[in-house]
């Protein structure tokens, strides 16, 4: 996967955090912690009657993003919301394999591709992987990890997994 291939000199390494797979539930809350185990970001299952709604926070409990589902959509559909801007997350409808689409409203688009029942898959925008997710990082059961590129925006994309994730498990 690309981010491991890279040497020192390619620039600065990427950012790890590890997540916790199947332990939300709408309600629930849980950390994501950086590669020294420090608790860096939250997810908080808030319980919305029509639907699934999480919100991101920092370490503080500041909102940096705002995660729902979308309902009376033909196809998955989750929209990210993050200050005045936002982007929609789908699963694509073509070939066998699932695939997602992330479309900000502003930039260009972001694909996901891989195993995502098993955490194994890459984020790429215009064929440049900006994030690997995977769990043969971690020994315990039921954690993956989220390896950032530097310079990447570290809150919307572990958006993008918690929306993944989500859509995997339904």
């Not at 909102?63 to 789908?90: C, F, P």
């Not at 995502?116 to 769990?135: C, L, N, Q, W």
């Not at 993944?164 to 339904?170: F, K, L, Y």
């Amino acid at each position: 996967m690309g981010l491991f291939n890279r040497s020192h000199d390619d620039g600065p390494p990427a950012i790890r955090y590890q997540m916790r797979e199947k332990l939300l539930s709408i309600g629930d809350d849980y950390w994501i912690e950086n590669a020294a185990g420090q608790k860096v970001f939250k997810v908080n299952g808030k319980a919305v009657r029509f639907r699934q709604t999480f919100i991101l926070e920092d370490s503080k409990g500041a909102e940096l993003a705002k995660i729902q589902e979308k309902k009376l959509s033909v196809r998955d559909k989750m929209h990210i919301e993050r200050g005045n801007s936002g982007a929609t997350v789908h699963k694509a409808l073509i070939g066998i394999r699932d695939r997602y689409t992330i479309n900000p409203d502003s930039g260009p688009d972001l694909k996901a591709k891989g195993n995502f029942v098993s955490h194994e898959y890459e984020i790429e925008r215009d064929g440049d992987t900006v994030a690997t997710i995977s769990k043969k990082w971690f020994r315990v059961r039921d954690t993956y990890g989220v390896d950032i590129a530097a310079g990447e925006d570290q809150a919307f994309i572990l958006a993008i997994t918690v929306c993944i994730d989500e859509m995997a498990r339904g």
